[in-house]
């Protein structure tokens, strides 16, 4: 035991030489663009609320007369008695919504990525994956025992010539619909050829996309035009623009219903609270009909790129919301982010593992409750400590 725990003080006392140990800090009172964190206020640039959803007093109140109604837990799993009825109409609308014929709940993102391969692939099958996808679609591929295979980042030449080498029967393409870190787009139309052509699934996990991109805030898949046919498995996160928690995955009847009987993350977990469900129904009316919101988002991307264009930044190429300022060293970025903390601004520092090694960044997030005057400020933080 001691000498586990010696192992253990040496790794993270190297963690904090370079520059990669992560604490927590804790967030007193709403989540909103102004925050208090650490006791100190700031301009937050770091949360994934891109719609401003997640303290909406329509939405809080739905949360809590949810409570009032059904309680605050669901007191089983799904297939025994914690499937209720404010879930079953969240599914029915979620799947409405993204044109899909069936969709169903889980907790996380990560769950529902995990629940999808892990029941779809196996160990004679073979996954192929872009290299910047989320954790959540890497550790699905090890846990289902299939073959990973990874192509560079948006690489349509590669993946052709990866999966035109492959002899396996069963394949699958995941990939990010916005990446996390970089901001920039899936190339979703071309994905889809390669599937159709290579008979592969094609899994599109749109977290960050879906109530920001397309007409009505359904997703990269909206925006594109793409059916079900196209892209059979689609999932989607709860917690980022809608606001609350949980995610989902829609596809066809048969598919999900598949996943039903098949996926453990979702057999083997407690069902969410009921008023999680009334929350988040209410929160997705006003993704429908509130536009101004990601009409707004959209103004204030464009006067970040449009301001910061003479600063001489780094700037990663992505029209969503996500705008990553690659600074290179992992020290570098903290001191910069400190600084821009110094300032009443924050902004996180990211760094390996979550991205490559020697592209340590700025991950600024912007959302629909930022001002023109928060982007001034921020535009002037960034050219006093970049």
């Known amino acids: 035991m001691e000498r586990n725990d010696a192992k253990i003080k040496a790794w993270l006392a190297q963690r904090e030489l370079d520059c990669l140990y992560r604490k927590t800090r804790q967030v007193i009172g709403k989540q909103q663009v102004n925050l208090t964190i650490d006791g100190q206020q700031v301009l ?41 009825y404010e879930h079953e109409e969240l599914e029915r609308e979620l799947a409405e919504f ?69 002899a396996t029967k069963n394949t699958m393409i995941v990939t990010d619909a916005v990446f996390s870190m970089d901001g920039d787009k899936a190339n979703i139309i071309e994905l889809v050829k390669l599937a159709h052509d290579y008979k592969a699934w094609i899994l599109l996990d749109d977290a960050h996309g879906f109530g920001v991109l397309g007409d009505h805030g359904a997703g990269l898949l909206e925006e594109k035009g793409l059916s079900q046919q196209d892209v059979p498995l689609y999932m989607a996160t ?53 536009d101004w919101r990601r009409e707004k988002l959209s103004d204030l991307i464009f006067q970040f790129r449009r301001d910061t ?13 996500i705008q990553a300022v690659i600074v290179g060293s992992n020290n570098k970025a903290i001191e910069i982010s400190q600084g821009l903390l110094k300032e009443g601004i924050l902004v996180t520092a990211i760094r390996p593992p979550t991205v490559p090694k020697g592209t340590a960044r700025l991950r600024i997030t912007l959302s ?19």
């Open 98 to 166: 993204t044109g899909r014929e069936a969709a169903l709940l889980f907790s996380s993102g990560y769950m529902a990525n995990i629940g999808v391969v892990t029941a779809m692939m196996g160990r004679s099958d073979s996954v192929f994956q872009d290299r910047l996808n989320h954790a959540s679609l890497l550790d699905a591929s090890g846990l289902s025992g299939s073959k990973m295979i990874r192509y560079p980042h948006n690489n349509m030449a590669s993946l052709t010539k990866k999966l035109a080498m492959s």
């Open 368 to 386: 629909a409750l930022h001002s023109e005057e928060d982007i001034v400020r921020l535009v002037a933080a960034l050219d006093k400590y970049l």
């Open 309 to 321: 264009a003479s600063l001489g930044l780094n700037l990663l190429d992505s029209t969503t919301p």
């Open 44 to 84: 937050s640039f770091c949360s994934n609320d891109y719609l401003g959803l997640a303290s909406h007093s329509k939405v809080i109140k739905a949360l809590q007369e949810g409570a009032e109604k059904y309680g605050v837990g669901s007191g089983a799993s799904h297939l025994v008695t914690g499937h209720h």
């Open 238 to 290: 709860l917690g980022k623009a809608i606001g609350v928690s949980g995610a989902f995955v829609a596809g066809s009847q048969l598919h999900i219903e598949y996943l039903r009987q098949q996926a453990r993350p979702w057999i083997y977990t407690t069902a969410s609270s009921p008023a999680l469900a009334t929350a988040i129904r209410q929160s997705l009316k006003m993704v429908r009909s509130d």
